[in-house]
């Protein structure tokens, strides 16, 4: 018997499990494959409307009890840096950028662990092992790059950043740095970096993943102006941070049947690459 790919894509539903970003809370996702023909097709519109890409998997939160997670990008045409953001963007313009093709290597991996170690050691992804590493970056079924910033003088390897090229912007997957030098903020400095890659590509914008108010390691994204955030349906600038304060959540989540039937599949038969 022939087995063929569904037609259209499927959606599932994970299980709770507790929140990384607020305490006390649970979280669940709304997923589907990234898989067939017409995979670029589909993450450009799934990641136009607040999702996320894990190899070739497609995530939403879809949070039974809370809508906290609200996926950020950055509008580059509206974007000015602030004085701070300007100090950051100097202290750390003389790394080498380098942009290859999503290939894990040794170097990578040895800096992968120590941010982890030092910055999320009792993260999700604590545990990952080279080959778990390898997977995360090479497993890709569309256009990605792995972007390094070398220290020109020791030849270093001080920060790295996953990063998908969509129809209309760049999506920085994940992204990691060296722990020793905080006062650079080079996590700040690859989103200013990937806006200016962005403007010479004339691409509109820079996707951030999800801005969780309330939450200590995902609230800087809201320091950069310009920012847009996936609510209710639509992008909507975000003018005051305050307004989705953590104390007004949990908000209102549509049931899950609704929110598949609300999602914009791509149209058309979509080409083979």
């Known amino acids: 018997m022939r087995h063929t790919l569904p037609i259209a894509p499927q959606f ?10 607020l305490e006390g809370r649970m ?10 023909d017409g995979v670029e097709q589909l993450n450009n519109s799934l990641s136009q409307q607040g999702f996320r890409r894990s190899q070739n998997v497609l995530y939403r939160p879809s949070c039974s009890d809370c809508s906290a997670c609200m996926s950020a990008r950055i509008d580059v045409a509206a974007f000015k840096p602030t004085r701070s953001q300007r100090k950051t963007q100097n202290r750390s313009r003389h790394l080498e950028r380098r942009a290859t093709s999503p290939w894990a290597t040794e170097d990578q991996y040895e800096l992968f662990r120590r ?21 995360m970056v090479e497993e890709t079924p569309i256009r990605t790059r792995v972007v390094e910033y070398v220290d020109p003088v020791s030849n270093a390897l001080t920060a790295v950043s996953l990063t998908d090229v969509l129809e209309d912007g760049l999506s920085m997957v994940y992204s990691f740095y060296t722990p020793d030098l905080p006062q650079n903020s080079l996590g700040t400095f690859m989103v200013l970096d990937h806006i200016e890659i962005a403007r010479e590509a004339g691409l509109p914008y820079v996707y951030l993943g999800y801005w969780v108010p309330g939450s200590q390691k995902m609230g800087y994204k809201a320091q950069f102006s310009g920012m847009e955030i996936y609510f209710g349906g639509q992008w909507t600038p975000l003018k005051d941070p305050e307004t989705f304060a953590a ?4 908000l209102s989540t549509a049931p899950i049947a609704e929110q598949v039937a609300n999602i914009q599949l791509p149209q058309g038969k979509p080409g083979r690459r």
């Open 27 to 36: 979280e669940r996702k709304l997923f589907t494959a990234l898989q067939g």
């Open 12 to 21: 599932y539903v994970t299980a709770p499990q507790p929140c990384p970003y």
């Open 247 to 250: 104390e007004n959540h949990p």
């Open 115 to 135: 941010y982890l170690d030092q910055r999320h050691a009792d993260g999700g992804m604590a545990d990952m092992d080279v080959f778990e590493y390898a997977a």
